[in-house]
């Protein structure tokens, strides 16, 4: 695996390239031509740019990347002998919810790690929020924690001051597993390897980054950190949000990709962006994470009214009620048996992830969407 990883490396931090284009690569010679990193990194110039339709800028940067492969050999040695680990988007190893989520456009190439690999393949939750959480923020992600590890979830922490410490410490506390996430190189994380050296040793952390292994921490590394809590995170679960700053950029951006994201519903006298992420189509949730039905008044986002209602069932038996066809609220009450109001059921419906509003028709329909990612088997 050294061998390759030297060429993993080279590959998966090439300047300015991005996800995307990385991973339409290694799609097209992994899977459509079916040969190694390896070979294709010793593949010809002329090759490049005809077999693969590389610009004269992308095979220069390839020939770059090709003249550092000495410098990563001696770095891959180090890295190995100190007990990390790579794992290649390519890899039965890597983590399915992460591809899942994040799709090619925004998936790692690689994965560095150190700990219980298998961590990846569990169900998870990350518990986010403000680095200057107030007190019942910190209360809430300790619970949420306690009922996570109950479940055996895994908790994914971002390891920043606040929300994300606390979400780490309490797993532990209740002996449940966690990955923490980097905003640095995996080898730059020395101290932290020495505070969780136990957890780690005894498979219930998992140390992850998915930067160049000696890329010290900066602050744009800290952003670019998030989209991969969230993107390994089965649910995602909101303490508290600024109306700026990392946790609220997640939070739009996961929303925008059409992530169900839950969050905490604050106290009258608090004073954060909460509901401003629920009128944005987040789903509010009480202190031990029960999803309430809620409609809001857009112009003062004052509440208008609150129903507490068990979703897991019911969404699954929204999403089985339609059989291939549009239903209105109306329709899908009668069929499904509820003694709710049209309204309450619509405002229900605009927090479910799977389900599409027509608005052409009066009154509006819904369906449940169909699946729009058509990437190859590499992101299935």
């Known amino acids: 695996m050294m061998n390759e990883a030297v060429y993993w490396m080279a590959l998966a931090h ?6 995307l284009k990385i991973n339409n690569l290694i799609i097209k010679f992994y899977h459509e031509y079916r040969i190694s990193i390896e070979d294709f990194f010793n593949l010809t110039e002329t090759e490049w740019r005809t077999d693969y339709q590389l ?24 890295f190995f002998s100190q007990g990390f680990e790579l794992i290649p988007i390519v890899s039965p190893q890597f983590s399915k919810t992460l591809k899942g989520n994040l799709k090619a456009a925004h998936s790692p190439a690689v994965l560095y790690v150190k700990g219980n690999k298998k961590i990846l393949d569990e169900k998870s939750i990350a518990i986010v929020g403000s680095r ?6 910190l209360k809430f992600t300790d619970n949420i924690a306690k009922l996570a590890s109950k479940e055996y979830k895994v908790v994914v922490s971002g390891f920043a001051k606040g929300v994300d410490k606390q979400a780490l410490d309490s797993a532990i ?6 990955i923490i996430v980097l905003p640095q190189g995996i080898m730059t994380f020395g101290s932290g390897f020495k505070k969780y050296y136990s957890q780690i040793i005894n498979g219930d952390v998992l140390v992850l980054s ?5 890329a010290p921490w900066r602050a744009e590394l800290a952003m670019a950190r998030n989209p991969i809590i969230y993107g390994l995170a089965d649910e995602i679960y909101v303490a508290e949000s600024a109306e ?16 169900k994201i839950f969050v905490r519903q604050p106290e009258p006298t608090e004073k954060n962006a909460n509901l401003i992420l629920i009128q944005k189509g987040a789903v509010p949730v009480d202190f031990n994470g029960n999803v309430f039905a809620k409609t809001y008044d857009t112009t003062t986002l004052e509440q208008v009214s609150v129903v507490q209602e068990p979703s897991e069932s019911l969404d699954s038996k929204i999403r089985s009620a339609f059989n291939g066809r549009p239903l209105s609220a109306k329709e899908l009450i009668s069929k499904l048996g509820l003694d709710w109001s049209t309204k309450k059921l619509s ?10 509003v027509i ?12 699946i729009a990612d058509s990437q190859p088997s590499l992101f299935a």
Not at 173 to 178: I, T, V
Not at 244 to 259: A, I, P
Not at 359 to 370: A, D, F
């Open 132 to 137: 200057d959480a107030s007190e019942v923020s």
């Open 14 to 19: 090439l300047p300015r390239w991005g996800h």
């Open 210 to 214: 998915t930067f160049f292994p000696k």
């Open 359 to 370: 608005k052409n028709k009066k009154p509006n329909l819904y369906k449940v969407k169909g």
């Open 244 to 259: 700026k700053g990392g946790t609220w950029s997640g939070v739009v951006d996961g929303l925008r990709k059409q992530r």
């Open 347 to 356: 405002a229900y419906m605009k927090h479910l992830h799977f389900i599409e």
């Open 55 to 78: 610009d004269e800028k992308q095979v220069y940067d390839l020939q770059k990347a090709k003249l550092e492969l000495a410098g990563n050999a001696f770095l891959a040695e180090s």
């Open 173 to 178: 506390n209740y002996k449940g597993q966690s």
